[in-house]
Nanobody, 123 residues
């Protein structure tokens, strides 16, 4: 069993930046693909970014491409999402996700979810 705990969300003005963190329990973190999804009120869960177990491969959703960077520190069992040039439409609950085998880019393939952290971008 893996537990994922997100942090770093909050209220920020448009154009600002936030860095989300996801701390994972368990000794097998370094073998999992990790990712971030988000869900705005009244909408489905949307893929944001993902990173391979090694950190060498990264993937981004179109809505954040060029404005966000995903990274991981396997020694600290932590994955990060740096978000820049934030827009009001980035407002959502952001969820950390883990996939035992493969890259977590689709909701249906996720093995573990965090509880989410709220990001609110004011205009």
């Amino acid at each position: 069993q893996v537990q994922l705990v997100e942090s770093g969300g909050g209220l920020v003005q448009a154009g600002g930046s936030l860095r989300l963190s996801c701390a994972a329990s368990g000794r097998t973190f370094s073998s999992y693909g990790m990712g971030w999804f988000r869900q705005a009120p009244g909408k489905g869960r949307e893929f944001v970014a993902a990173i391979s177990w090694s950190g060498y491969s990264t993937y981004y959703g179109d809505s954040v491409k060029g404005r966000s960077t995903i990274s991981r520190d396997n020694a600290k069992n932590t994955v990060y999402l740096q978000m820049n040039s934030l827009k009001p439409e980035d407002t959502a609950v952001y969820y950390c996700a883990a996939r035992v085998k493969g890259i977590p880019t689709m909701v249906a393939t996720i093995d573990y979810w965090g509880q989410g952290t709220q990001v609110t971008v004011s205009s």
